[in-house]
Every structure is written in structure tokens, then in C-alpha cells.
């Protein structure tokens, strides 16, 4: 501030004490200088003679100036994505992503994250990607730590990396600690690996530049501007594009859920029951509904057929058990005698069947 004052006084007080043939027209104390009658003083002296003068304006405009603490602009709170029925994840409503937004999603992503020329709007398109592959609204995962040396907490979702691929290690999956290791597309890893500091204990948002809006609203406000929507609805399109897409693949509400559980939200005790007996996300058929609908999602296919691995509370039984299972039942329908036993062993076979993941 001191630097900023003292050079226009050098100027004036060298432009006041050249001898002119109006010097004697000033008053002493302004030719004596600002050394001198001090700087207010000799700034009212020089308002009274002539108030539009530059230098009066300068120096009010220089008292104006406060200091303030650089702060960045914090992202909303976090909140669980709403749970949705089979009949809203269907391709009927309105909600439903259009075919032309779909196209123009694409091509925001593929121009804003190439790699060879990548453009203002990198980061709002990171983001995009980022929350359309996790399933996950922007501000939840800013408080993601990102990287192999991130603060390793329980029940939080984490991002490492596996040479120059990222990885995420969904943590809560409604079965105690047991983390998913799943595989990002490219454009999620090469973006992430752009904001990568390589070293230190890292939020997502800590490695984002410094921002006076908040980057939840910055990336969902520029995918407005660019599908021509409002932000609520590039918020809608963006957290439930890929569960969508999964349901009209897999008609499997159970796994689109487990999806979307995260360390807010676990998931309930029947579609549990089902992942563990049934559904199996680390199964090939599971890991490639996965990415088969994330590849429609944000059309980024990898190089690699990559596989979810994940740890369940318990396995599904094998073909083994499950023959051992009907033949009990059966033996048990022969010998059934009264209306209620022979009612009793039918009803054990058709839950045996519907357990084993078919519809009624």
C-alpha cells in the first residue's frame, strides 16, 4: 500500500518544485511538498484549488481499499441421491434423458477433455464425467480424498491410482467396510490424473483452483449453458444418467441401488440379501452391465475390459448346494401327506425359485 502511495507524491512534489512562472500562484505549504505539511494535508490543499484533480480521486479510491482473506467458496452440502422406483427409472418419464441432450453431452465431453487441446472448461467437464460415473452428486464427491497417500478413513470413498489409471474405492456398501475396487474410464482418469499433486493428503475440492462460485454450481451451470437446460435439471440428468441407463439394461433395481449407496446412504437389507446371494457386482456379467452403461453414458470406452472387484459379506451357492437344496425339497413335497404340508413344500420350491433371482 506504502509503494502504491509514495509514488505519485515523488511525482507531484518533482512537478510542484520545478521552477515555472506560476509557481508563485500555489500556496507555500503546497510548494514546500507533502515531506513537509504531510500527505492529507497537502492532498486538501490541492482539492481546494481545483476538486477534479486525478490525484485527489486516486488517493480516496487508495483509502477505500481493504484486505480481505482469500476464501473459496465452498460447495453445497452433502445428500444422499434420492432412491428411485423401477417405474421412474424407466425410459417413460420425463426426466428421462433425450437422445439430443445425450448427443450434446458427448460432445461437450470429448472437446472440453482432450488431451491434446484441452480447453477453459476442463474442470466442469471433469467434474461431469466424474459424477456421471460414480452416480454421485458434484458435491459429494469434492470431499472424496483423491490420491495413494489421501487420509485413509473408514466408510469413505476414496480415489487412487494404478500407474496412470484411477481407480475408485467405493467404501460403503451397505456390508460393513468392505471396499469396491472399481476402474475409471479414461476420461475420468485422464482428467484426474491432470489435478493429481502426486504427493500430500488431498480432497478433490482442495486440488481445484481457487474459485469464487462454487465448483458444484460452476459445472452444473456451464452443462446447462451447453444442453440448454436449466442447472436443476443438468443436476438431475448428470447424477441419474447412469442408473438409468443400468435399469434398461438389467431390469435390476437391486443393483442400480447398490450403485448409488455411498457412506450417507446404505443400502436396505433386502437388496443386500440380494448382491450376496444373487447379484455378485464383482461378477463378469455384473461388471460389464456396468460399464456397458457408462460407456452409452459418456461414450469413453478403455482399451482394457476392466472388472469390478468387491468383497461381500457372503458367497452365492454354488450349483452343488442348489441341487442339494431342490432334492430336500423335493423329498419333501413326496412325503407331505395333509392340504397344509402339500401347500407348505410347493411354497418352499416357488421362494427357492424366486430366491435364485427369477421373477413370478
Same mark, same amino acid.
Given at each position: 500500500?506504502?509503494?502504491?502511495?509514495?509514488?505519485?507524491?515523488?511525482?507531484?512534489?518533482?512537478?510542484?518544485?520545478?521552477?515555472?512562472?506560476?509557481?508563485?500562484?500555489?500556496?507555500?505549504?503546497?510548494?514546500?511538498?507533502?515531506?513537509?505539511?504531510?500527505?492529507?494535508?497537502?492532498?486538501?490543499?490541492?482539492?481546494? %484549488?481545483?476538486?477534479?484533480? $486525478?490525484?485527489?480521486?486516486?488517493?480516496?479510491?487508495?483509502?477505500?481499499?481493504?484486505?480481505?482473506?482469500?476464501?473459496?467458496?465452498?460447495?453445497? +452440502? $452433502?445428500?444422499? +441421491?434420492?432412491?428411485?422406483?423401477?417405474?421412474?427409472?424407466?425410459?417413460?418419464?420425463?426426466? @428421462?434423458?433425450?437422445?439430443?441432450?445425450?448427443?450434446?453431452?458427448?460432445?461437450?465431453?470429448?472437446?472440453?477433455?482432450?488431451?491434446?487441446?484441452?480447453?477453459?472448461?476442463?474442470?466442469?467437464?471433469?467434474? %461431469?464425467?466424474?459424477?456421471?460415473?460414480?452416480?454421485?452428486?458434484?458435491?459429494?464427491?469434492?470431499?472424496?480424498?483423491?490420491?495413494? !497417500?489421501?487420509?485413509?478413513?473408514?466408510?469413505?470413498?476414496?480415489?487412487? @491410482? *494404478?500407474?496412470? #489409471?484411477?481407480?475408485?474405492?467405493?467404501?460403503?456398501?451397505?456390508?460393513?467396510?468392505?471396499?469396491?475396487?472399481?476402474?475409471?474410464?479414461?476420461?475420468?482418469?485422464?482428467?484426474?490424473?491432470?489435478?493429481?499433486?502426486?504427493?500430500?493428503? !488431498?480432497?478433490?475440492?482442495?486440488?481445484?483452483?481457487?474459485?469464487?462460485?462454487?465448483?458444484?454450481?460452476?459445472?452444473?451451470?456451464?452443462?446447462?449453458?451447453?444442453?440448454?437446460?436449466?442447472?436443476?435439471?443438468? $443436476?438431475?440428468?448428470?447424477?441419474?444418467?447412469?442408473?438409468?441407463?443400468?435399469? *434398461?439394461?438389467?431390469?435390476?433395481?437391486?443393483?442400480?441401488?447398490?450403485?448409488?449407496?455411498?457412506? %450417507?446412504?446404505?443400502?436396505?437389507?433386502?437388496?443386500? %440379501?440380494?448382491?450376496?446371494?444373487?447379484?455378485?457386482?464383482?461378477?463378469?456379467?455384473?461388471?460389464?452391465?456396468?460399464?456397458?452403461?457408462?460407456?452409452?453414458?459418456?461414450?469413453?470406452?478403455?482399451?482394457?475390459?476392466?472388472?469390478?472387484?468387491?468383497?461381500?459379506?457372503?458367497?452365492?451357492?454354488?450349483? $452343488?448346494?442348489?441341487?442339494?437344496?431342490?432334492?430336500?425339497?423335493?423329498?419333501?413335497?413326496?412325503?407331505?401327506?395333509?392340504?397344509?404340508?402339500? #401347500?407348505?413344500?410347493?411354497?418352499?420350491?416357488?421362494?427357492? #425359485?424366486?430366491?435364485?433371482?427369477?421373477?413370478?
Amino acid at each position: 500500500m506504502m509503494a502504491s502511495l509514495n509514488a505519485p507524491r515523488r511525482l507531484i512534489v518533482v512537478s510542484m518544485r520545478s521552477s515555472t512562472p506560476s509557481q508563485a500562484h500555489f500556496p507555500q505549504s503546497l510548494v514546500d511538498g507533502a515531506d513537509k505539511v504531510g500527505y492529507p494535508a497537502w492532498i486538501e490543499k490541492i482539492s481546494e %484549488i481545483d476538486p477534479d484533480i $486525478e490525484i485527489v480521486n486516486i488517493y480516496s479510491r487508495l483509502l477505500a481499499i481493504q484486505e480481505v482473506p482469500l476464501k473459496r467458496a465452498s460447495p453445497r +452440502p $452433502e445428500r444422499p +441421491p434420492p432412491r428411485l422406483s423401477e417405474r421412474q427409472l424407466r425410459s417413460t418419464p420425463w426426466h @428421462f434423458p433425450r437422445p439430443r441432450e445425450i448427443k450434446r453431452l458427448h460432445a461437450f465431453l470429448f472437446r472440453e477433455l482432450s488431451p491434446f487441446d484441452p480447453s477453459r472448461s476442463r474442470h466442469e467437464a471433469g467434474l %461431469i464425467a466424474l459424477s456421471i460415473a460414480v452416480c454421485q452428486p458434484i458435491q459429494n464427491i469434492l470431499s472424496w480424498p483423491v490420491g495413494n !497417500h489421501a487420509i485413509e478413513r473408514s466408510g469413505v470413498n476414496r480415489i487412487v @491410482f *494404478e500407474g496412470i #489409471h484411477a481407480v475408485w474405492l467405493k467404501a460403503e456398501h451397505g456390508l460393513g467396510n468392505n471396499a469396491a475396487k472399481i476402474p475409471l474410464n479414461i476420461l475420468c482418469s485422464w482428467w484426474l490424473s491432470f489435478v493429481h499433486p502426486g504427493q500430500g493428503k !488431498h480432497t478433490l475440492h482442495d486440488l481445484l483452483p481457487y474459485s469464487a462460485t462454487a465448483w458444484d454450481r460452476r459445472a452444473y451451470d456451464c452443462l446447462a449453458n451447453e444442453l440448454g437446460c436449466s442447472p436443476q435439471r443438468a $443436476e438431475l440428468l448428470t447424477r441419474d444418467l447412469l442408473p438409468r441407463l443400468l435399469y *434398461e439394461e438389467t431390469s435390476n433395481a437391486a443393483l442400480v441401488d447398490f450403485w448409488r449407496a455411498d457412506k %450417507i446412504k446404505n443400502l436396505d437389507r433386502v437388496n443386500s %440379501i440380494a448382491l450376496t446371494h444373487y447379484l455378485q457386482p464383482s461378477g463378469k456379467r455384473t461388471s460389464e452391465s456396468y460399464y456397458s452403461s457408462q460407456k452409452r453414458a459418456t461414450k469413453a470406452s478403455d482399451a482394457r475390459a476392466p472388472e469390478v472387484e468387491v468383497q461381500l459379506g457372503s458367497s452365492r451357492l454354488t450349483p $452343488e448346494e442348489t441341487k442339494k437344496i431342490v432334492k430336500s425339497l423335493l423329498a419333501y413335497q413326496d412325503a407331505a401327506e395333509t392340504p397344509i404340508e402339500k #401347500h407348505n413344500a410347493i411354497a418352499y420350491l416357488n421362494a427357492l #425359485h424366486l430366491l435364485d433371482g427369477h421373477r413370478a
